[in-house]
C-alpha cells in the first residue's frame, strides 16, 4: 500500500511517549477472505486512540486478533508493557494477553448473565490474585487477606463506574448502559496498562454517551490506561481520541489527529453516504 | 481379500443405518445447535410401528410387498408425527434458552420415550418379520453381501439423493438452508423460522425410521433399547464427519461402520465400542470440526 | 426415643446372635423371595417369584407348615449389587425365615454376605456361578440347578464328541454368566484334547449388528459355534450365520434354551443345540406345577419356574423335617432329606450344589427344544 | 378459556393418534393374536387433555414471568419460597437443628434396611454435589461421569484383593485415582464445545464399563469382585448392623466434608471462575482466566468426589460388578443435578435423596421410574430450569471500610 505509506510519516508519535502496543502489518485471513490486510498500528502511555471504519472493515476481527481469540495469520503484534520486556504476543491465548496487560470489552455485551455485578468484577481479578485449590478449601490468612482485598478493589471500581448500588445484583438485570459500564470495570479489573473497548457507545442514548465519554477519558487520565477504541459514534471518537486509524476493507486507509481525519478525502470516500458527524 | 471384502460389507451396511439416523442428528444441529438426543428413540419408534403393523396386518391377511410397504410407510409417517411432536413439546419452548437446558431435555425425552415403549409394549426383544425378500440373482455372493445388505445400501442411497434434491432444489430446502445460514436473517426475510424447524425434524425422522424398518428387517429382532446405542453411534458418525454438514455425516457414518467391521474383523469385537469412540476422540483432537466441517470462528 | 434405643439394641443383639429373631412367636413363615422383578431382566426373575406364591398359596390352603401359614415376601434387585444389597438388608430387616434367591449370581454374591451374617439360608433357583458353592465362602447356600462348570463340560463333550467338532469357535456376550459358560467351555474342550479353540471373542450386546464377527467365525474355518449369553444375542448370531450362508452347528446355554429364542430366531432356530437343566417334564410334581401355572395365570410358565418351585419345596420341606427355622436344623435336613421337586428327586450336597440336577443337550426340532438322549 | 378446550381437545385426539399403535395395539406373531387395548385410548385422551390445559397454563404463567423480567419489575421474580425461608435466620437455624438431630438419631430410630438405602442415597448425594461441579457450576455437561465412580469403586475392589488395602487408605487413592483420570480424560476434550463434549463424556463412560468387562487379569471382569471388607473402625469386629449404622455415620461426615469444600471453593477465586467459564467462555478467557486450568480442574474436582464415595460404594455393596455403572447412573446422578438446582447444594440434595428414596419406598412405580426421570428433565428444563431450588445469590462481605484502614 504505498498511498498510504506517506500518511504513516507524516504524523510521527510524540517522542515523549512511550510506545505500549505496536502492531506490525497484521493479517488475518479466514478461508479464503482477508479480513484484516496489513493493519499498523501504534498505541502510546496516555493515549485514547481511536479505531474507525464502516461495517465490516474488520476493526472487530483486529481486536481479535490482538486480543488472541483469534490467532493473526501473518505480521506481528507487539507490546511493550511498562517496566518491563518486550514481547511477541501473536498466538498468546487471550488470557496471557490479559494476564500482560491489555484487557477488552465486547462489542455484543458478553457478561457473566448468572454472576453478581461484583463478582464480575472480582473475574477480572482473576490474573491478578493466586489462590489455589489448597487455598481455597483452607481459607487461610493469605487467601483471606487476598479475598477481602479483591472485594475493595472490586468495589473501587464499581464506585468509578458507578454501579456499587448494583453490586448485589445479577448482571443480567442491569440496564443496557450499566451493562456496558460494567464491562469496562471488568476489564479494568485486570489491571491493564491498555484497555481495549469494541464499540463502548453502541445502543446508548445521548446522556449515556456523554458520561461514557467522561468516563473513558477520565480512566485515561487519572488511572494512566491508554485507550484504544473502536466507535461508531463520530461524536465522542472526535471528541475524546487523540489519534484516530481508518480502516476499510481490511486495508488500513488512513490515520492521523481527528482534525486530519476529518478532511482526509479517503474518509470521507469511505464514509459517502454515512453520517460522519451523527 | 475375500475377508476384507466380507468386512467391507457389513461396514458399509452398518455405516449406510448409522448414516441415515445420523443425517437427522446433522441436519437439527445445522439449523438449532441442539444434539437431539432423542433421535435415536425416533428410529426405534419407527421400527416398533412397523413391527406392529405388519404383524396386524400378516394376521388379516395380507402379504408380502404389501406389508413391507404399508409397514413402511405408517412407520414413516409416525415417526414423522413423534419427531415433529417432541419439537413441539421439548424443544420449542427452550429455543433461548442456555445451550445445556434444551440438550438435558433431550436426555430427558430419550429417556421418556424407551421406557414408554417399555411400558406400553414389552421389555423383551420382539422378532421382527423378515420383509426383505431373498433375491436369487443375489445368491452366489450372498456370504459377502446378501439380498437385504443390498436392500440397505440402496434404499440408503436413494433416501440420500433424495434428500439432496430437496435441499438443493426446493423451496423448503432453500429456507432450510436460509436458515442455517443465519436463523434471524431468513426471518426477516420471510422464512417461517419454525415451520422450517418442524420440516427438518420431520425429514430427520422420516429417514430414522427408514433405518429403524430396514434394521429390524435385517437383524429380525428389536426391543426398546435399540435405539440408545444407535442413535449415539449416528451421533459420533455425525460429528465424525463435521455436524452440520450432510455430505459429512454420511461419510462419518461409513467411516465409523467400516471402523467398527475392522476392527472388529482384525483385532476383536469385545472391543468394538472402544474403537469407535476412540476414533471419535482421535479425530476430535486431530480435526475439532470433523472431517468435512468447516473450522467454525466464533463470532464475538 | 429411649424405647427406640432399646429397641435398636435388643435388634443388634438378635442379629449378633446366630438364632434367627423369629425364634419368638412368629405366626407365619416367611419366606423372602428376591429377584428382578423390574427392569429389563425381570423375565429372569418373575416366574420363580409366581411359583413361590403358587407352592405357598398350595401349603396354606392345607394348613401351612407345622401349623403355620407361609407369607411370601417378594424383593425386587434388578440384578444390581448395589439394589441387592438394599433388598438382602430389608429382607433381613422384615425378619424372614428363608430367602429364595437372588437369580443373577452378581446380585446373589452381594447379598449373600448379609444373609450369612443374619443366620439365614438362601436358596437360589438361577444363580450357576461356580464359586458360590465351591469357594466355601457362603455355607447358607444352596441351588436348585447345577452350576456353569457342568454345562460347560457336557457343552465342550458334546461339541467334540457327539459332533465331532475339531475347530471350535466360542463366542460370548461379555456378561458374568455368558462369559463364565464360554471359559468352561474352553477350559473343557482345551482339556479333552480333541478338538482346538479356534476363536475366542467377546461380542457386545446390543451391537446393531454381528455380521463382522460372523466373518471371522467363518476365516477361521470353525466346524462349531458356542456362543455364552442370553436369547436375544443368540438370535441374531444364529440369523446372521444363516445370511452369511453358514451351516456350522449352534450350541447355547440354558440362557438360550427358551421360548423367547424360538420366537425371535424364528425359522432360523431349527438345529440349534442348547444346554439346558434336564427335561424334567415327564415328572408327575413337574407336570402339575405347570398345569397349576397355567390354569391360574393363563400362560407357560418362564425362565427357571421348574427351579424356583423346587427351591420353595426343599425349603418347606426343610422346615417340616426340621420342625422349625434354625440355621442349624434347615442345614441339616437341606442336607439329609431327599424331596420330590418340580426339577425331580433332590437333596443338597455339602457344598449347597443339589445332587439330582443336571444338564442334558437339546436341539431345537420343528419349533421345539427335544431333548437328545 | 373456551379456546383452551378446544385446542386441548385437539391436542388429546393428536395424542390419541400418536400412542394408537404402541399404547392400543400389541401384537403377538407367534400366536398371531392382537390385542386390542381400548382402554389405554380412553386414558391417553384424558390424560394428554388434563395435561394439555395444565401445559398452557403453565405455559402462560412462564411466558408472563419472562416478560416480568425482561421489564426488570424486582417485585415479580421475587425469590421463591422455599429460598425466603433459607434465608431467614429464624427459620434457618431451628430447622437446621431439627435436621441435625434427625440426622444422628436416624439409624437408631429405624431398621438397617432403612439405613442401608440411606447410606446409598448418601452417596448419591456425593455423588450429585461432585457433578455439581462440572456441570452446575463449570457448565462441562458429563455424561460418563459415573466412568469415575467405577473408578473409584475398583481402585478399592483392586487394591483390596492384589495387596490387601483396607478401606481407610484406599479411601484417598481412590478420590485421587478418579481426579486423575478426570484429568486425564479432560486433557484431549479441552477444545470442544459443550455438545461434543456430551458425546465424547457418553463415549468415555461406555469405554471404561467395557475395559473393566473385558481386562479380566484386574478387574475380573463381567464376574465383579466379591467380598469387599466393609469400613473398619481400628480393627474392630462388627456385624452387619453396625458395619451399616457406621457407615451411614461414615457417609454424613463425607456430606458434610462435601459440602464444606465444595461450598469453600464455590465462594473463591477457583469457583467464581468455573461460573464464570459456564456463563460465557471467551469473555472468561478475555477476562485473564486459564481456560485450560479451569475446565481441568473443574473435571479433576467433580471426578475426585465420585471416586472418593466409589470406595465407600464398593464397601457398602462389598461387591462390584460393571453392571452398577451403566449410562442409567449417569443419566441419574445428571437428573439430580438438574432437578436439584444447577450450583444449588441444597437442591442438589434434596433431589439426591428424592430421587433414590422414592423408588425404594414406592417400590409398585419402580417400573415407572426411568419414565418420571426423563419426564422430569424435560419439564424442569422448560419450567423451572433453575431446579427445585434456585442457586442462591451469593453476597459478598462489604469492603473495608477505608478509615479504618488507615487507621491500621
Given at each position: 500500500m504505498p498511498e498510504t505509506q506517506p500518511i504513516l510519516e507524516t504524523t510521527p508519535i510524540p517522542e515523549t511517549r512511550k510506545i505500549l502496543l505496536e502492531v506490525k502489518?497484521?493479517?488475518?485471513?479466514?478461508?479464503?477472505?482477508?479480513?484484516?490486510?496489513?493493519?499498523?498500528?501504534?498505541?502510546?502511555?496516555?493515549?485514547?486512540?481511536?479505531?474507525?471504519?464502516?461495517?465490516?472493515?474488520?476493526?472487530?476481527?483486529?481486536?481479535?486478533?490482538?486480543?488472541?481469540?483469534?490467532?493473526?495469520?501473518?505480521?506481528?503484534?507487539?507490546?511493550?508493557?511498562?517496566?518491563k520486556k518486550t514481547q511477541k504476543i501473536n498466538g498468546f491465548k487471550p488470557n496471557r494477553v490479559t494476564t500482560i496487560g491489555m484487557a477488552r470489552t465486547f462489542q455484543n455485551i458478553r457478561l457473566f448473565q448468572n454472576m453478581t455485578v461484583l463478582e464480575n468484577v472480582m473475574i477480572g481479578r482473576h490474573c491478578r490474585t493466586t489462590t489455589n485449590i489448597v487455598g481455597a478449601i483452607f481459607r487461610g490468612s493469605t487467601t483471606k487477606r487476598q479475598e477481602q482485598e479483591t472485594i475493595d478493589i472490586c468495589y473501587d471500581l464499581l464506585e468509578k463506574v458507578g454501579l456499587v448500588e448494583f453490586a448485589d445484583e445479577f448482571a443480567k438485570n442491569l440496564p443496557y448502559g450499566a451493562q456496558r459500564r460494567l464491562e469496562i470495570a471488568r476489564a479494568m479489573a485486570t489491571d491493564p496498562f491498555l484497555l481495549l473497548l469494541d464499540e463502548p457507545a453502541a445502543g446508548m442514548n445521548p446522556q449515556e454517551t456523554k458520561a461514557l465519554d467522561e468516563l473513558i477519558v477520565r480512566i485515561c487520565n487519572t488511572e494512566q490506561i491508554a485507550i484504544l477504541l473502536i466507535e461508531h459514534d463520530m461524536k465522542l471518537v472526535m471528541n475524546i481520541s487523540q489519534r484516530i486509524y481508518v480502516m476499510e476493507y481490511g486495508k488500513e486507509i488512513a490515520q492521523g489527529t481527528p482534525a486530519d481525519i476529518r478532511s482526509n478525502p479517503k474518509v470521507i470516500e469511505a464514509y459517502l453516504g454515512e453520517d460522519t458527524d451523527a | 481379500m475375500e475377508y476384507f471384502l466380507e468386512l467391507s460389507s457389513s461396514g458399509l451396511v452398518r455405516g449406510s443405518i448409522y448414516a441415515l439416523i445420523a443425517l437427522g442428528y446433522t441436519m437439527v444441529y445445522g439449523i438449532i445447535q441442539l444434539i437431539n438426543f432423542a433421535h435415536g428413540e425416533i428410529y426405534m419408534i419407527g421400527a416398533f410401528v412397523a413391527l406392529i403393523v405388519s404383524g396386524v396386518l400378516t394376521i388379516y391377511g395380507f402379504s408380502g410387498v404389501s406389508i413391507l410397504i404399508l409397514a413402511g410407510l405408517i412407520a414413516v409417517i409416525y415417526a414423522a408425527a413423534y419427531g415433529y411432536t417432541l419439537e413441539k413439546i421439548a424443544y420449542r419452548p427452550l429455543r433461548n434458552a442456555p445451550r445445556l437446558s434444551p440438550l438435558i431435555s433431550a436426555i430427558g425425552m430419550s429417556l421418556f420415550l424407551q421406557n414408554y415403549v417399555l411400558l406400553a409394549q414389552?421389555?423383551?426383544?420382539?422378532?421382527?418379520?423378515?420383509?426383505?425378500?431373498?433375491?436369487?440373482?443375489?445368491?452366489?455372493?450372498?456370504?459377502?453381501?446378501?439380498?437385504?445388505?443390498?436392500v440397505i445400501l440402496v434404499t440408503s442411497a436413494v433416501s440420500m439423493v433424495a434428500l439432496t434434491v430437496l435441499i438443493k432444489y426446493t423451496r423448503i430446502g432453500k429456507a432450510m438452508r436460509a436458515t442455517q445460514q443465519d436463523m434471524t436473517m431468513a426471518r426477516l426475510v420471510g422464512v417461517n423460522v419454525d415451520n422450517v424447524i418442524s420440516t427438518t425434524f420431520i425429514i430427520g425422522s422420516v429417514l430414522a425410521a427408514i433405518g429403524g424398518v430396514l434394521v429390524g428387517s435385517y437383524i429380525g429382532q428389536i426391543n426398546f433399547y435399540i435405539g440408545f446405542m444407535a442413535g449415539v453411534k449416528a451421533f459420533t458418525a455425525a460429528v465424525l464427519g463435521g455436524i452440520g454438514n450432510i455430505p459429512g455425516a454420511v461419510l462419518g457414518a461409513m467411516v465409523l461402520g467400516l471402523t467398527e467391521a475392522y476392527a472388529a474383523g482384525y483385532i476383536s469385537s469385545a472391543y468394538e465400542d472402544v474403537f469407535a469412540f476412540g476414533v471419535l476422540v482421535l479425530i476430535l483432537i486431530l480435526r475439532p470440526s470433523g472431517l468435512l466441517g468447516k473450522a467454525v470462528t466464533q463470532k464475538v | 426415643m429411649r424405647k427406640s434405643v432399646i429397641k435398636k439394641l435388643v435388634l443388634v443383639a438378635l442379629l449378633s446372635m446366630v438364632v434367627p429373631a423369629t425364634g419368638f412367636a412368629a405366626?407365619?413363615?416367611?419366606?423372602?423371595?428376591?429377584?428382578?422383578?423390574?427392569g429389563d431382566l425381570a423375565p429372569y426373575g418373575i416366574p420363580t417369584m409366581e411359583a413361590a406364591k403358587m407352592v405357598a398359596e398350595q401349603v396354606n390352603a392345607k394348613g401351612g407348615v407345622l401349623g403355620k401359614q407361609i407369607e411370601v415376601i417378594p424383593m425386587d434387585d434388578q440384578c444390581k449389587p448395589e439394589i441387592a444389597t438394599n433388598a438382602a438388608t430389608k429382607l433381613v430387616s422384615l425378619d424372614v425365615d428363608v430367602v429364595i434367591g437372588h437369580v443373577c449370581s452378581g446380585a446373589t454374591k452381594a447379598a449373600l454376605g448379609i444373609y450369612k451374617e443374619a443366620g439365614i439360608i438362601a436358596v437360589s433357583p438361577s444363580a450357576t456361578n461356580p464359586p458360590l458353592t465351591q469357594s466355601g465362602d457362603y455355607p447358607n447356600f444352596y441351588r436348585t440347578i447345577a452350576p456353569d462348570d457342568d454345562q460347560g463340560k457336557l457343552a465342550a463333550e458334546f461339541v467334540t464328541d457327539k459332533l465331532g467338532a475339531k475347530r471350535i469357535a466360542i463366542l460370548h456376550d461379555k456378561g458374568d454368566?455368558?462369559?463364565?459358560?464360554?471359559?468352561?467351555?474352553?477350559?473343557?474342550?482345551?482339556?479333552?484334547?480333541?478338538?482346538?479353540?479356534?476363536?475366542?471373542?467377546?461380542?457386545?450386546?446390543?451391537?446393531?449388528?454381528?455380521?463382522?464377527?460372523?466373518?471371522?467365525?467363518?476365516?477361521?474355518?470353525?466346524?462349531?459355534?458356542?456362543?455364552?449369553?442370553?436369547?436375544?444375542?443368540a438370535s441374531k448370531l444364529v440369523s446372521q450365520m444363516k445370511k452369511k450362508r453358514m451351516k456350522i452347528p449352534f450350541l447355547g446355554p440354558d440362557g438360550v434354551k427358551g421360548d423367547g429364542f424360538l420366537e425371535i430366531a424364528g425359522k432360523n432356530a431349527e438345529g440349534v443345540y442348547a444346554t439346558g437343566p434336564m427335561d424334567v417334564s415327564n415328572l408327575a410334581v413337574n407336570q402339575k406345577a405347570k398345569a397349576d401355572y397355567v390354569s391360574k395365570y393363563g400362560k407357560e410358565p418362564g425362565t427357571f419356574f421348574d427351579q424356583g418351585y423346587a427351591a420353595m419345596q426343599t425349603v418347606l420341606n426343610a422346615i417340616k423335617v426340621s420342625g422349625g427355622t434354625e440355621y442349624a436344623g434347615l442345614e441339616k435336613a437341606l442336607k439329609s432329606s431327599f424331596v420330590d421337586t418340580a426339577v425331580g428327586k433332590i437333596k443338597f450336597d455339602a457344598k449347597g450344589d443339589a445332587e439330582g440336577v443336571g444338564f442334558s443337550v437339546f436341539q431345537v426340532q420343528n419349533g421345539k427344544f427335544v431333548e437328545l438322549k | 378459556m373456551v379456546d383452551n378446550f378446544k385446542r386441548s381437545f385437539l391436542v388429546a385426539l393428536w395424542f390419541v393418534f400418536l400412542t394408537f399403535p404402541l399404547m392400543v395395539v400389541k401384537v403377538n406373531t407367534l400366536k398371531n393374536i392382537v390385542e386390542w387395548r381400548w382402554i389405554n385410548m380412553l386414558w391417553v385422551a384424558i390424560g394428554a387433555f388434563v395435561?394439555?390445559?395444565?401445559?398452557?397454563?403453565?405455559?402462560?404463567?412462564?411466558?408472563?414471568?419472562?416478560?416480568?423480567?425482561?421489564?426488570?419489575?424486582?417485585?415479580?421474580?421475587?425469590?421463591?419460597?422455599?429460598?425466603?425461608?433459607?434465608?431467614?435466620?429464624?427459620?434457618?437455624?431451628?430447622?437446621?437443628?431439627v435436621l441435625a438431630l434427625v440426622t444422628i438419631v436416624f439409624p437408631l430410630l429405624v431398621d438397617i434396611y432403612q439405613t442401608n438405602i440411606m447410606v446409598l442415597a448418601l452417596i448419591f448425594v456425593v455423588l450429585g454435589l461432585g457433578l455439581n461441579i462440572t456441570v452446575g457450576l463449570a457448565g462441562l455437561l458429563d455424561l460418563g461421569y459415573v466412568a469415575f465412580f467405577a473408578v473409584g469403586a475398583y481402585t478399592y475392589g483392586v487394591l483390596n484383593t492384589f495387596w490387601g488395602f483396607g478401606f481407610w487408605i484406599s479411601l484417598p487413592i481412590g478420590g485421587l485415582m478418579g481426579a486423575l483420570f478426570g484429568i486425564a480424560l479432560g486433557f484431549p476434550i479441552l477444545r470442544l464445545r459443550g455438545d461434543y463434549l456430551a458425546i465424547v463424556t457418553l463415549g468415555f463412560g461406555s469405554i471404561a464399563k467395557i475395559v473393566i468387562e473385558n481386562w479380566e487379569e484386574v478387574f475380573n471382569g463381567a464376574k465383579g469382585i466379591a467380598g469387599i471388607p466393609r469400613p473398619g473402625f481400628f480393627g474392630a469386629e462388627m456385624n452387619i448392623a453396625s458395619a451399616t449404622t457406621y457407615t451411614y455415620y461414615l457417609m454424613i461426615l463425607m456430606v458434610l466434608f462435601t459440602i464444606f469444600i465444595t461450598n469453600r471453593l464455590k465462594d473463591s477465586r477457583i469457583g467464581r471462575a468455573w461460573m464464570a467459564l459456564r456463563e460465557d467462555e471467551i469473555a472468561c478467557v478475555a477476562m485473564g482466566v486459564d481456560m485450560a486450568r479451569t475446565k481441568l480442574s473443574a473435571y479433576a474436582f467433580g471426578a475426585f468426589w465420585a471416586g472418593l464415595v466409589g470406595v465407600v460404594f464398593a464397601a457398602r455393596n462389598t461387591y462390584i460388578n460393571p453392571n452398577s455403572f451403566t449410562f442409567m447412573e449417569s443419566a441419574l446422578v445428571l437428573s439430580i443435578v438438574v432437578m436439584g438446582g444447577m450450583g444449588s447444594i441444597i437442591g442438589v440434595i434434596i433431589a439426591a435423596l428424592v430421587l433414590i428414596l422414592m423408588p425404594e419406598y414406592l417400590r409398585a412405580f419402580s417400573e415407572y421410574r426411568m419414565l418420571m426421570f426423563g419426564a422430569v428433565m424435560v419439564l424442569m428444563m422448560i419450567f423451572r430450569p433453575e431446579g427445585l431450588i434456585a442457586n442462591v445469590r451469593r453476597k459478598y462481605a462489604g469492603r473495608t471500610v477505608k478509615t479504618e484502614e488507615a487507621n491500621a
Open positions: 502489518d497484521l493479517t488475518m485471513d479466514f478461508g479464503g477472505l482477508r479480513a484484516v490486510d496489513a493493519v499498523s498500528l501504534n498505541i502510546c502511555a496516555g493515549e485514547i486512540v481511536a479505531l474507525i471504519g464502516p461495517n465490516g472493515a474488520g476493526k472487530t476481527t483486529f481486536f481479535n486478533c490482538v486480543t488472541g481469540i483469534y490467532k493473526p495469520t501473518g505480521g506481528d503484534v507487539l507490546v511493550h508493557p511498562p517496566e | 414389552t421389555p423383551d426383544f420382539l422378532p421382527f418379520p423378515a420383509l426383505i425378500p431373498d433375491f436369487d440373482f443375489m445368491e452366489p455372493i450372498a456370504h459377502i453381501m446378501g439380498s437385504a445388505e443390498l | 405366626d407365619t413363615i416367611k419366606i423372602g423371595v428376591a429377584g428382578p422383578h423390574t454368566y455368558g462369559k463364565g459358560f464360554a471359559d468352561f467351555s474352553k477350559q473343557f474342550i482345551e482339556a479333552g484334547g480333541k478338538a482346538e479353540v479356534v476363536l475366542f471373542e467377546g461380542i457386545t450386546p446390543g451391537a446393531m449388528d454381528y455380521s463382522a464377527v460372523v466373518q471371522k467365525v467363518r476365516r477361521e474355518k470353525a466346524d462349531a459355534v458356542i456362543f455364552g449369553g442370553y436369547h436375544p444375542e | 395435561l394439555s390445559l395444565v401445559w398452557r397454563w403453565a405455559m402462560a404463567r412462564r411466558q408472563l414471568k419472562s416478560k416480568a423480567a425482561e421489564i426488570g419489575e424486582e417485585g415479580l421474580v421475587k425469590p421463591g419460597l422455599g429460598q425466603r425461608l433459607l434465608e431467614d435466620p429464624k427459620v434457618f437455624k431451628p430447622v437446621l437443628i
